[in-house]
Protein backbone atom coordinates (compact mmCIF):
# COMPACT_ATOMS: atom_id res chain seq x y z
CA UNK A 1 0.00 0.00 0.00
CA UNK A 2 2.80 2.36 1.08
CA UNK A 3 5.11 1.41 -2.15
CA UNK A 4 2.44 1.87 -4.13
CA UNK A 5 1.74 5.32 -2.62
CA UNK A 6 5.48 5.92 -3.33
CA UNK A 7 5.46 4.73 -7.42
CA UNK A 8 1.98 6.67 -8.14
CA UNK A 9 2.82 10.07 -6.75
CA UNK A 10 0.52 10.16 -3.74
CA UNK A 11 3.72 10.85 -1.54
CA UNK A 12 6.46 12.89 -3.67
CA UNK A 13 10.04 12.72 -3.89
CA UNK A 14 11.60 14.74 -0.48
CA UNK A 15 7.77 14.17 1.86
CA UNK A 16 8.42 12.65 4.84
CA UNK A 17 6.28 9.86 5.60
CA UNK A 18 5.43 9.93 9.39
CA UNK A 19 5.17 6.95 11.25
CA UNK A 20 2.11 7.65 13.85
CA UNK A 21 -0.02 9.06 10.88
CA UNK A 22 0.85 6.34 8.40
CA UNK A 23 0.14 3.44 10.86
CA UNK A 24 -3.37 4.59 11.98
CA UNK A 25 -4.04 5.36 8.17
CA UNK A 26 -2.65 1.81 7.39
CA UNK A 27 -4.33 0.07 10.36
CA UNK A 28 -1.11 -1.36 11.19
CA UNK A 29 1.19 -1.73 14.04
CA UNK A 30 4.49 1.14 14.39
CA UNK A 31 6.63 -1.69 14.28
CA UNK A 32 4.77 -3.53 10.86
CA UNK A 33 5.03 0.16 9.75
CA UNK A 34 8.46 0.29 10.36
CA UNK A 35 9.27 -3.00 9.03
CA UNK A 36 7.82 -2.28 5.72
CA UNK A 37 10.07 1.23 5.86
CA UNK A 38 12.90 -0.76 6.27
CA UNK A 39 12.10 -3.00 3.29
CA UNK A 40 12.10 0.32 0.96
CA UNK A 41 14.52 1.34 2.37
CA UNK A 42 16.75 -1.55 1.16
CA UNK A 43 14.75 -1.16 -2.05
CA UNK A 44 15.90 2.67 -3.14
CA UNK A 45 12.49 4.24 -2.33
CA UNK A 46 12.78 5.62 1.04
CA UNK A 47 15.49 7.13 3.04
CA UNK A 48 15.98 6.98 6.81
CA UNK A 49 17.68 9.49 8.75
CA UNK A 50 18.22 9.44 12.51
CA UNK A 51 16.95 11.66 14.77
CA UNK A 52 14.71 12.96 11.53
CA UNK A 53 12.27 9.84 10.75
CA UNK A 54 11.99 8.46 6.90
CA UNK A 55 11.74 10.69 3.44
CA UNK A 56 10.69 9.46 0.10
CA UNK A 57 14.19 9.23 -1.52
CA UNK A 58 14.84 11.72 -4.46
CA UNK A 59 17.30 10.85 -7.32
CA UNK A 60 18.62 14.00 -9.36
CA UNK A 61 17.62 14.04 -13.04
CA UNK A 62 21.54 14.48 -14.02
CA UNK A 63 22.05 11.16 -12.36
CA UNK A 64 19.25 9.40 -14.28
CA UNK A 65 20.62 11.15 -17.57
CA UNK A 66 24.04 9.67 -16.98
CA UNK A 67 21.69 6.12 -16.43
CA UNK A 68 20.11 6.53 -19.64
CA UNK A 69 23.59 8.12 -21.34
CA UNK A 70 25.01 4.11 -20.93
CA UNK A 71 21.78 2.56 -21.61
CA UNK A 72 21.88 3.93 -24.59
CA UNK A 73 25.25 2.23 -25.63
CA UNK A 74 24.92 -0.81 -23.26
CA UNK A 75 21.38 -2.10 -24.24
CA UNK A 76 21.79 -2.67 -28.01
CA UNK A 77 24.91 -4.64 -26.65
CA UNK A 78 22.76 -6.52 -24.78
CA UNK A 79 19.81 -7.27 -26.67
CA UNK A 80 22.44 -8.37 -29.75
CA UNK A 81 24.35 -10.75 -27.00
CA UNK A 82 20.51 -12.07 -25.66
CA UNK A 83 18.96 -12.26 -29.24
CA UNK A 84 19.59 -16.05 -30.11
CA UNK A 85 18.45 -16.60 -26.52
CA UNK A 86 15.07 -14.71 -26.69
CA UNK A 87 14.49 -16.34 -30.10
CA UNK A 88 13.53 -19.58 -28.22
CA UNK A 89 10.57 -20.27 -26.14
CA UNK A 90 12.84 -21.09 -22.99
CA UNK A 91 15.10 -18.13 -23.26
CA UNK A 92 12.12 -15.83 -23.89
CA UNK A 93 9.68 -16.83 -21.07
CA UNK A 94 10.67 -14.00 -18.70
CA UNK A 95 10.63 -11.16 -21.41
CA UNK A 96 7.03 -12.77 -22.91
CA UNK A 97 6.03 -12.66 -18.99
CA UNK A 98 6.83 -9.49 -17.87
CA UNK A 99 5.19 -8.25 -21.30
CA UNK A 100 2.37 -9.57 -20.88
CA UNK A 101 2.34 -8.11 -17.28
CA UNK A 102 3.17 -4.80 -18.38
CA UNK A 103 -0.21 -4.88 -20.43
CA UNK A 104 -2.60 -6.48 -17.53
CA UNK A 105 -1.39 -3.38 -15.36
CA UNK A 106 -1.37 -0.88 -18.17
CA UNK A 107 -5.21 -2.09 -18.57
CA UNK A 108 -6.42 -2.31 -15.47
CA UNK A 109 -4.65 1.67 -14.76
CA UNK A 110 -2.21 0.89 -12.19
CA UNK A 111 1.15 2.96 -12.64
CA UNK A 112 3.11 1.51 -9.87
CA UNK A 113 2.72 -2.04 -11.62
CA UNK A 114 3.41 -0.80 -14.72
CA UNK A 115 6.59 0.80 -12.97
CA UNK A 116 7.46 -2.36 -12.20
CA UNK A 117 6.89 -4.57 -15.10
CA UNK A 118 8.00 -1.94 -17.20
CA UNK A 119 11.89 -2.63 -15.21
CA UNK A 120 10.70 -6.62 -15.44
CA UNK A 121 10.82 -6.03 -19.21
CA UNK A 122 14.28 -4.40 -19.26
CA UNK A 123 15.79 -6.62 -17.02
CA UNK A 124 14.69 -9.79 -18.85
CA UNK A 125 17.01 -8.32 -21.92
CA UNK A 126 19.75 -7.69 -19.60
CA UNK A 127 19.63 -11.28 -18.16
CA UNK A 128 19.06 -12.78 -21.37
CA UNK A 129 22.30 -11.45 -22.25
CA UNK A 130 23.96 -13.78 -20.04
CA UNK A 131 27.00 -11.64 -19.15
CA UNK A 132 26.84 -11.22 -15.29
CA UNK A 133 29.24 -7.85 -15.06
CA UNK A 134 26.08 -6.07 -17.42
CA UNK A 135 23.60 -7.78 -15.51
CA UNK A 136 24.99 -6.34 -12.30
CA UNK A 137 25.25 -2.95 -13.62
CA UNK A 138 21.42 -2.72 -14.41
CA UNK A 139 20.33 -3.99 -11.27
CA UNK A 140 22.22 -1.24 -9.72
CA UNK A 141 20.59 1.06 -11.77
CA UNK A 142 17.14 -0.12 -11.16
CA UNK A 143 15.73 1.29 -7.35
CA UNK A 144 17.02 4.92 -9.50
CA UNK A 145 15.41 4.56 -12.33
CA UNK A 146 12.33 2.99 -10.43
CA UNK A 147 12.33 6.17 -8.57
CA UNK A 148 12.77 8.43 -11.15
CA UNK A 149 9.50 7.09 -12.99
CA UNK A 150 7.68 7.29 -9.82
CA UNK A 151 7.87 11.35 -10.48
CA UNK A 152 8.25 11.49 -13.79
CA UNK A 153 4.45 11.58 -14.76
CA UNK A 154 5.07 12.21 -18.38
CA UNK A 155 6.21 8.89 -18.41
CA UNK A 156 3.14 7.32 -17.81
CA UNK A 157 0.89 9.88 -18.54
CA UNK A 158 -1.25 7.53 -21.04
CA UNK A 159 -0.44 3.59 -20.19
CA UNK A 160 -1.68 1.82 -23.06
CA UNK A 161 1.32 3.55 -25.22
CA UNK A 162 4.06 2.08 -22.48
CA UNK A 163 2.16 -1.26 -23.18
CA UNK A 164 1.67 -1.38 -26.86
CA UNK A 165 5.63 -0.13 -27.08
CA UNK A 166 6.56 -2.74 -25.50
CA UNK A 167 4.74 -5.16 -27.13
CA UNK A 168 6.09 -3.90 -30.42
CA UNK A 169 9.46 -4.22 -29.10
CA UNK A 170 8.81 -7.92 -28.61
CA UNK A 171 7.14 -8.64 -31.84
CA UNK A 172 10.74 -6.79 -32.65
CA UNK A 173 12.44 -9.38 -31.19
CA UNK A 174 10.86 -12.16 -32.05
CA UNK A 175 11.31 -11.33 -35.74
CA UNK A 176 14.79 -11.98 -34.96
CA UNK A 177 16.07 -8.86 -37.09
CA UNK A 178 18.51 -7.40 -34.92
CA UNK A 179 17.97 -4.02 -37.05
CA UNK A 180 14.56 -3.23 -36.33
CA UNK A 181 15.38 -4.67 -32.58
CA UNK A 182 17.86 -1.72 -32.24
CA UNK A 183 15.39 0.62 -34.38
CA UNK A 184 13.03 0.14 -31.84
CA UNK A 185 14.98 -0.08 -28.44
CA UNK A 186 15.94 3.34 -29.27
CA UNK A 187 12.01 5.01 -28.75
CA UNK A 188 12.52 3.29 -25.23
CA UNK A 189 16.04 4.70 -23.70
CA UNK A 190 15.93 8.91 -23.62
CA UNK A 191 19.82 9.80 -22.96
CA UNK A 192 18.91 13.34 -23.00
CA UNK A 193 16.39 14.72 -20.18
CA UNK A 194 14.92 17.92 -20.14
CA UNK A 195 15.91 20.88 -18.04
CA UNK A 196 13.78 20.99 -14.86
CA UNK A 197 12.34 24.01 -15.30
CA UNK A 198 11.45 22.92 -19.00
CA UNK A 199 7.57 22.63 -19.74
CA UNK A 200 7.43 18.79 -19.07
CA UNK A 201 8.25 18.74 -15.45
CA UNK A 202 5.17 20.73 -14.60
CA UNK A 203 3.03 18.24 -16.31
CA UNK A 204 0.37 17.42 -14.07
CA UNK A 205 0.50 14.25 -11.99
CA UNK A 206 -1.79 11.32 -13.12
CA UNK A 207 -3.55 8.71 -10.89
CA UNK A 208 -4.14 5.09 -11.38
CA UNK A 209 -7.14 4.63 -13.66
CA UNK A 210 -6.95 8.21 -15.23
CA UNK A 211 -4.15 8.51 -18.00
CA UNK A 212 -4.41 10.99 -19.61
CA UNK A 213 -3.58 11.16 -23.67
CA UNK A 214 0.62 11.53 -24.37
CA UNK A 215 2.85 9.14 -25.73
CA UNK A 216 5.69 7.10 -23.64
CA UNK A 217 8.77 7.12 -24.71
CA UNK A 218 11.45 4.81 -22.60
Same mark, same amino acid.
Given at each position: ?18 ? %? ?11 ? &? ?5 ? &???? =??? %??? +? ?11 ? *? ?5 ? $? ?11 ? &??? $? ?6 ? #?? *? ?5 ? %? ?34 ? &? ?42 ? #? ?7 ? =? ?8 ? #???? +????? +? ?7
Amino acid at each position: MLRNAILDGTFPAGSQLRE %THLAEEMGVSRTT &LREGLQR &LDEE =GLV %TRV +PFRGSFVAEVSRE *VIAEIES $LRSVLEPFAIERA &LPS $LMTPEGSA #EL *VEAVEAL %TEKAEAGDIAGCIDTHLAVHRAIYRAADHRMLFDMW &LSWESQLRLFLAVDHQSFAHLSDLAANHQRLLACIRSGDLGRVR #EELTTHIRP =GLPAPDSPEE #EAPA +PRAGK +PSRARKKA
